[in-house]
Nanobody, 127 residues
């Protein structure tokens, strides 16, 4: 079992920045790949970014367009999502998720493989 808790959400103006944190507890965190997903009201959940268990592999959704950076610190059991140049359409509940990965550099862009989810943190970007 892995428990995930997100923090860092809030209200920000368009063009602003936020850094989300995902704190993990439980099993050996370095065994898990981690992804960030978001869901806005009336929309389906969508992939944002993912990082391999080693941290050497990262991937992003097309809409990120270089604005976000995912990183992790396995010694602290933390994953971060630095979000810059935020737009009103980035407003959503952002959740981190994890799955035990057999490969050091693998990740998934779909939600299905992720076994553990946090409760989510709300981000609202005002225009």
């Amino acid at each position: 079992q892995v428990q995930l808790v997100e923090s860092g959400g809030g209200l920000v103006q368009s063009g602003g920045s936020l850094r989300l944190s995902c704190a993990a507890s439980g099993r050996t965190f370095s065994d898990y790949a981690v992804g960030w997903f978001r869901q806005a009201p009336g929309n389906e959940r969508e992939f944002v970014a993912a990082i391999s268990r080693s941290g050497s592999g990262t991937t992003y959704a097309d809409f990120v367009e270089g604005r976000f950076t995912i990183s992790r610190d396995n010694a602290k059991n933390m994953v971060y999502l630095q979000m810059n140049s935020l737009k009103p359409e980035d407003s959503a509940v952002y959740s981190c998720a994890a799955y035990a990965s057999l490969y050091t550099d693998a990740w998934f862009k779909t939600a299905g493989p992720y076994d553990y989810w946090g409760q989510g943190t709300q981000i609202t970007v005002s225009s």
